[in-house]
Nanobody, 116 residues
Framework: QVQLVESGGGLVQAGGSLRLSCAAS????????MGWYRQAPGKQRELVAG???????NYADSVKGRFSISRDNAKNTLYLQMSSLKPEDTAVYYC??????????WGQGTQVTVSS
């Protein structure tokens, strides 16, 4: 029903920046709460940043002040601007959409690797 495609991952040095994008299909994007999650090897998937349909944001303590989540409803796209990257940010980053009915949709993930 909803397809999410992440892009923008890659290999960067510590202290560098990346911007992740998540392109969503469908006509109800503006009604979805959106989020970025990440999963490192051997660890649980964790919420990195979220944004409501009304634009309210929240961040994990570990990324607060370094990452910024935003959305462009006209383009059906979610973004995650990542700055001052650290090796511990290395993970697969996933885009998530949650409908008003509580249904969650996931993208395939994009790899972010931060070298020291």
């Amino acid at each position: 029903q909803v397809q999410l495609v992440e892009s923008g991952g890659g290999l960067v040095q510590a202290g560098g920046s990346l911007r992740l994008s998540c392109a969503a299909s469908g006509s109800l994007f503006s009604s979805y709460a959106m989020g970025w999650y990440r999963q490192a090897p051997g660890k649980q998937r964790e919420l990195v940043a979220g944004i409501t349909s009304g634009g309210i944001t929240n961040y994990a303590d570990s990324v607060k002040g370094r990452f910024s989540i935003s959305r462009d409803n006209a383009k059906n796209t979610l973004y995650l601007q990542m700055s001052s990257l650290k090796p511990e940010d290395t993970a697969v980053y996933y885009c998530n959409a949650r409908s008003r009915l509580g249904i969650s949709y996931w993208g395939q993930g994009t790899q972010v690797t931060v070298s020291s």
